[in-house]
């Protein structure tokens, strides 16, 4: 087939319309062998679910419309893209631009963003099929750019992308943004024992000790996934999600239905581990089981145990990645907490288009300036992490 047949970029305002399989050939090729994809986050059935779900749509400040570019009839690149009427929910965050621009007179919202909702976790967000990636890619950021300018919005973002991504993008004329979080990684541990040996003495003792009090409770801590799960475990799952989220954001992002719709569709994606005294679920921390990588996203409890949120929220998770030949445990958003947890500071990407160029200059400046920023701060924060220094050069 000759490479100049053009390629059509339209949208789609609910995955409704779109074959699970088709989509999943650009959003998750490498499960075409049944195993697992890269990450559950931009399948089909996930993002679906937060649609049934009312999760996203009207109301929620995140309205779908899907790219889809298309050769010869052939469907070859997708993209999760939302038009937003506020910036909550992203985790890597703009408030301050938005703040700026409409300072200025501008208005900031809507903007149109390539993102999975809610979901602080890095993987594709130009989804290709295999053969496709430049071209794809590129009639992917060219139709979002176009549809952002051609009904006036401030701006386009793609966050929590992959670095590959970030370059290419960057090389398109996209703002590129880093910032960062705490991954665990697997250097041949073999389990947690091992990795424990690679921390300093101190830290290792405190590591025990931790593992110690949270497990003396009162209970036990199950973890469950597939046919273990049962619904009396999200009914426990979306108390514990509801305080956190109240605490947090001030009303949960996910609706009730979203977790039965996981625990239908997806209970073979999802870890959950529960704390449980007298028969009765009291603390709970839910992930995600990628190709090779264990997302941490919720947490909460009703009942406060010392360090049980440790625990469950990283410690269960290095022992589950462990245990089945993950190599990379990411913990979700913020928290310098985890660093001593073995936790290490990683630089997280993100895309950026501007339509005004005197803000995009502006904005371009500030990402300079907080690369070098960030750059440093990693660098420190390792230099204080749990390892020994050796294992610590090796992990560098």
């Not at 992203?90 to 149109?112: M, Q, R, S, T, V």
């Not at 929220?313 to 310098?336: K, M, N, P, T, W």
Request: glycine share 10%; proline share 4%.
């Amino acid at each position: 087939m000759s490479d100049d047949v053009e390629i059509e970029v339209s949208t789609l305002s609910s995955l409704s319309g779109i074959d699970a399989a088709e989509w999943d050939a650009c959003a998750a090729p490498e499960a075409a062998d049944g195993g697992r994809p890269a990450d559950p986050f931009t399948t089909h059935r996930f993002l679906l679910a937060l649609e049934e779900s009312a999760s996203v749509g009207r109301g929620t400040g995140w309205e779908p419309h899907y790219l889809m570019a298309r050769k010869a009839g052939e469907l070859i690149a997708v993209a999760p893209l939302y038009a937003k009427a506020h910036s909550q929910g992203e985790y890597i965050f703009d408030f301050n631009w938005a703040h700026a621009y409409e300072n200025a007179g501008g208005e900031y919202y809507p903007k149109l963003q390539i993102a999975v909702p809610f979901t602080p976790a890095t993987g594709r967000r130009f989804l290709t099929k295999p053969g496709h990636e430049a071209e794809g890619m590129a009639a992917l950021v060219q139709g979002g750019v176009s549809l952002a300018a051609q009904n006036r919005m401030s701006s386009l973002h793609a966050t929590f992308c992959t670095e590959g991504e970030a370059v290419a993008g960057e090389q398109m004329g996209l703002l590129h943004r880093v910032t960062q979080q705490f991954h665990w990684h697997d250097q041949g541990y073999g389990d947690f024992d091992g990795f424990l040996g690679a921390l300093s003495s101190r830290k290792r003792k405190t590591l025990r000790k931790e593992r110690q009090t949270a497990q003396a409770f009162g209970g036990e801590i199950v973890s469950l996934t597939g046919d273990d799960l049962r619904p009396e475990h999200w009914d426990a799952f979306w108390r514990f999600y509801q305080d956190t989220g109240m605490r947090k954001w001030g009303s949960p992002y996910l609706t009730r239905a979203f977790f039965d719709l996981l625990h239908e569709r997806m209970a073979d994606d999802v870890l959950l581990c529960l704390a449980m005294r007298d028969g009765r679920p009291v603390a709970g921390a839910l992930n995600f089981i990628g190709r090779d990588v264990l997302y941490g996203r919720y947490w909460g409890c009703t009942e406060h145990h010392p360090c049980l949120h440790f625990e469950l929220c990283y410690y269960q998770a290095i022992d589950f990645a462990l245990a089945h030949g993950l190599s990379r445990v990411e913990a979700g958003a913020q928290g310098e907490h985890k660093l001593a947890r073995g936790y290490l500071p990683v630089e997280i990407h993100s895309l950026h288009w501007i339509g005004d160029k005197g803000f995009r200059d502006a904005v371009a400046r500030y990402l300079q300036a907080e690369a070098e920023a960030v750059d440093e701060e990693i660098e420190i924060l390792t230099s204080y992490g749990p390892f020994r220094r050796d294992n610590r050069e090796e992990a560098e």
